[in-house]
């Protein structure tokens, strides 16, 4: 499991995937995000925007990241 850590309070889940280097772009992380592909805490979540905060685990395409401080 990778373990990104927070600059500030949140990041939001389209850029953690890119942060995270799960996916290349704005534009793969928000078409992998609406087509339900990717889930946060182990439930689907098809928004963009979504605030992660520590302790929150996204994962997508068999790879598992954790939030951190």
């Known amino acids: 499991?990778?373990?990104l850590?927070?600059?500030?309070?949140?990041?939001?889940?389209?850029q953690a995937l890119k942060a995270a280097?799960?996916?290349?772009?704005?534009v793969e992380a928000k078409?992998?995000?609406?087509?339900?592909l990717v889930k946060v805490n182990g439930h689907p979540d098809t928004r963009r925007g979504k605030k992660?905060?520590?302790?929150?685990?996204v994962s997508y395409n068999?790879?598992?990241?954790k939030i951190e401080d």
């Open 5 to 14: 850590h927070l600059r500030d309070e949140f990041i939001k889940l389209g």
């Open 52 to 57: 992660l905060y520590p302790g929150d685990i």
């Open 21 to 26: 280097g799960l996916v290349e772009s704005g």
């Open 31 to 36: 078409e992998v995000i609406q087509d339900g």
């Open 1 to 3: 499991m990778q373990v």
């Open 62 to 65: 068999g790879e598992e990241v």
